[in-house]
């Protein structure tokens, strides 16, 4: 299994901040992804953080809003731009791949985001 | 466009009975689904993953099925405890590792 860890847990932010969410695994990964879980709804893929290059983003999700980083295949960074109160979610980092069993995905405790 | 459905959207139970949560999908070539289970502010962790091959796992009081064909998947839960209580999610996977998740069963368990 991985050991995923999400920094900040959780956070209050004031409308038109930009927030960056890190997320650090205990192995190399050959995937990792962020997603997002609006209250009271199920969890939403936001992209997936390819190392060496550009994300690749779901519909409904661009670079603009949500850059993200991703320098090494045990870190990546997601960055909530120009924040409204529709932001206000939990925002999970996800991980998959080589060195672990039957494709299964590992996730991260989240990070809670308030917008004010 | 696959969609994740999950019934009951709630659930509340006498301790020590057995339950079974459903899940459905609308498009049947999956590579596996998968089920997890949520705590209030807690992240999801991994219950059962069963592979488009396979037709059911077990981990101890948990059974998951899997009916590709049909498009439908149940987590039973034999003997339920208090501790059960959560939100359990069930997810397919359709490419790699791009998982759509289902909307979810909150469960409770009465001691």
């Known amino acids: 299994s991985a050991v995923i860890s999400q920094k900040p847990s959780r956070d209050i932010c004031q409308r038109g901040t930009s927030l960056t969410i890190q997320c650090q695994v205990d192995?190399?990964?050959?995937?990792m992804f962020w997603y997002r879980q609006q209250p009271g709804q199920s969890l939403t893929l936001i992209a997936t953080?390819?190392?060496?290059?550009?994300?690749?983003?779901e519909s409904g999700f661009v670079i603009d809003k949500f850059p993200i980083s991703r320098p090494n295949l045990t870190f990546s960074t997601l960055t909530v731009s120009n924040m409204s109160p529709e932001d206000s979610s939990i925002y999970l980092c996800s991980v998959g791949g080589t060195g672990f069993s039957g494709n299964t995905i590992y996730f991260g405790e989240g990070s809670w985001l308030t917008v004010v | 466009k696959q969609e994740v459905t999950q019934i009951p959207a709630a659930l509340s139970v006498p301790e020590g009975e057995n339950l079974v949560l459903n899940c459905s999908f609308t498009d049947s070539a999956i590579y596996n689904l998968q089920w997890f289970r949520q705590d209030p502010g807690k992240g999801l962790t991994s219950l059962l993953l069963?592979?488009?091959?396979?037709r059911e796992q077990t981990s101890g009081r948990l059974n998951a099925s899997l009916d590709k064909s049909s498009g439908r998947s149940t987590l039973y839960i034999a003997a339920s405890q208090p501790g059960d209580s959560a939100t359990y999610l069930c997810a397919v996977q359709e490419k790699t590792y791009k998982y759509i998740f289902g909307t979810g069963t909150r469960l409770k368990v009465l001691a």
């Open positions: 192995s190399q990964v050959t995937m």
């Open positions: 069963i592979q488009s091959s396979q």
């Open positions: 953080a390819n190392q060496g290059s550009e994300a690749t983003y």
